[in-house]
Nanobody, 128 residues
Framework: QVQLVESGGGLVQAGGSLRLSCAAS????????MGWFRQAPGKEREFVAS????????YYTNSVEGRFTISRDNAKNTVYLQMNSLRPADTAVYYC?????????????????????WGQGTQVTVSS
């Protein structure tokens, strides 16, 4: 069993930056692929970014490519989402998720049903 706890959300002006963290419990964290998803008010939850167990393979949705960076530190059981050049459209609750499919990567990694573990979410609000 893995428990995920997100932190780092908050209120930021457009053009600003935030770094989200997702701390995982359990010694098997390093074997999980990880993803970040978000849900804006009145909208479905959507994929943001993913990273495989090694950290070498990452994948992003088009709207954040070049602005967001996903990374992980397996020694600290933590995955990060560095968000730069934030826009009001990035306002959402951000969730991290873990998948037992170790090498999950590429477009397939956007599938929410492939993730078994979810955090409670952290609010990101970008003002214009």
């Amino acid at each position: 069993q893995v428990q995920l706890v997100e932190s780092g959300g908050g209120l930021v002006q457009a053009g600003g930056s935030l770094r989200l963290s997702c701390a995982a419990s359990g010694r098997t964290f390093r074997s999980y692929a990880m993803g970040w998803f978000r849900q804006a008010p009145g909208k479905e939850r959507e994929f943001v970014a993913s990273i495989d167990w090694s950290g070498f393979s990452t994948y992003y949705t088009n709207s954040v490519e070049g602005r967001f960076t996903i990374s992980r530190d397996n020694a600290k059981n933590t995955v990060y989402l560095q968000m730069n050049s934030l826009r009001p459209a990035d306002t959402a609750v951000y969730y991290c998720a873990g998948s037992i499919r170790t090498s999950l990567s590429g477009s397939v990694s956007a599938g929410q049903s492939l993730y078994e573990y979810w955090g409670q979410g952290t609010q990101v609000t970008v003002s214009s």
